[in-house]
């Protein structure tokens, strides 16, 4: 497996409260994405990056930020969690010309 | 705009029935198609890419660019291809390297 870890692996947290999730990968790897993974839904991206420092947003950004201050190291952040962002957060990283790798995900959930 | 459709949200087959799973996709420029597996409760992984034109597990995909698809097949489907299944596009080239998945079909394999 990619050396790729995301953490928490699970998370209850209160509606209207900052959640941070991280990602973190020892492979090097430019670019690193963020999915949320729900049923009817399959994944949608949420942001992604390219580089240090280098982010854009993906289809579901709203309500989401991300940080990437180091190469190994994704973060992201919901800035006050609400009841629909209860979701399995999966990130993935990939060089140019490779498929991606992902993580064990992260389940999420807002009460 | 890239785009990724996969019409089907459950296909269920008997065992040594062969199996389609349909996806198109939407994108101006030159795309990378994948197929990505998730078994239950496991992460994604990459189950073939259209560059490389590998036949992974039993399952083939040929990329129609006429008809923009890259439907997955397999003659002789087995109990254990049970798993959620998602179609995903990368823009070929550029600094970005977006990457989004169809919404997944989920193959039900009966014995």
């Known amino acids: 497996d990619a050396g790729i870890t995301q953490s928490p692996r699970h998370k209850v947290t209160e509606t209207g409260t900052p959640v941070t999730l991280r990602c973190h990968q020892t492979?090097?790897?430019?670019?690193m994405y963020w999915y949320r993974q729900d049923p009817g839904h399959g994944l949608r991206l949420i942001h992604y990056?390219?580089?240090?420092?280098?982010?854009d947003k993906g289809e579901v950004s709203d309500g989401y930020s991300v940080s990437r201050s180091k190469t190994e190291d994704f973060l992201l952040t919901l800035e006050s969690a609400t009841s629909s962002q209860t979701s399995v957060y999966f990130c993935?990283?990939?060089?140019?010309?490779?498929?991606?790798?992902f993580g064990q995900g992260t389940r999420l959930t807002v009460v | 705009a890239q785009r990724v459709t996969q019409p089907e949200k459950l296909l269920s087959v008997f065992k040594g029935a062969p199996v389609e799973l349909k996806c198109n996709y939407s994108?101006?420029?030159?795309?990378?198609l994948f197929w990505y597996v998730q078994y239950s409760r496991q992460r994604l992984q990459l189950l073939l890419r259209?560059?490389s034109r590998e036949s992974i597990k039993g399952f083939t995909a040929d990329l129609n660019k006429g008809e923009t698809s890259f439907h997955l097949k397999k003659p002789f489907a087995q109990e254990e291809d049970s798993a959620m299944y998602y179609c995903?596009?990368?823009?070929?080239?550029?600094?970005?390297?977006?990457?989004?998945f169809g919404t997944g079909t989920l193959l039900a394999v009966q014995p």
């Open positions: 994108y101006s420029g030159s795309p990378e």
């Open positions: 492979e090097n790897h430019r670019y």
């Open positions: 259209h560059i």
């Open positions: 995903a596009l990368r823009g070929y080239g550029g600094a970005t390297n977006k990457l989004i």
């Open positions: 990056s390219y580089g240090v420092k280098d982010t």
């Open positions: 993935a990283i990939s060089l140019e010309d490779t498929e991606a790798f």
